[in-house]
């Protein structure tokens, strides 16, 4: 019901940036949360970073703290991965959640929408 829109995907050499961006259509962030999972080949989808978008409180994973910085802008109902020191280890597709989750923000389950997912490579 909620459209989320990704970009920002891409090739980079380890050591370099990317910052990802995920726009939302027809509704606003309002009262909710916004998360950036990962999916690598063959494993499970995993938790990176989660915004809540009326106080902005951050959540990171310990293996992109102090890297990864998420953030939102109100006006362009968009939220931000901000992706530095990109290692090898981080390639996999990316996908944006929003919803109201009523439990554990660490949880794919929690979430009710989703983005179609955007390919960050990492080359050593």
């Known amino acids: 019901q909620v459209p989320l829109v990704e970009s920002g995907g891409g090739l980079v050499q380890a050591g370099g940036f990317l910052r990802l961006s995920c726009a939302a259509a027809g509704r606003t962030f309002s009262g909710g949360t916004t998360a950036w999972f990962r999916q690598a080949p063959g494993k499970e989808r995993e938790f990176v970073a989660a915004?809540?978008?009326?106080?902005?409180?951050?959540y990171y994973a310990d293996s992109v703290k102090g890297r990864f910085i998420i953030s939102r802008d109100i006006a362009k109902n968009t939220v931000y991965l901000q992706m530095n020191r990109l290692k090898p280890e981080d390639t996999a597709v990316y996908y944006c959640a929003a919803g109201k989750p009523s439990g554990s923000y660490l949880s794919h389950l929690s979430y009710d929408y989703w983005g179609q997912g955007t390919q960050v490579t990492v080359s050593s």
């Open positions: 915004i809540t978008w009326s106080v902005s409180v951050r």
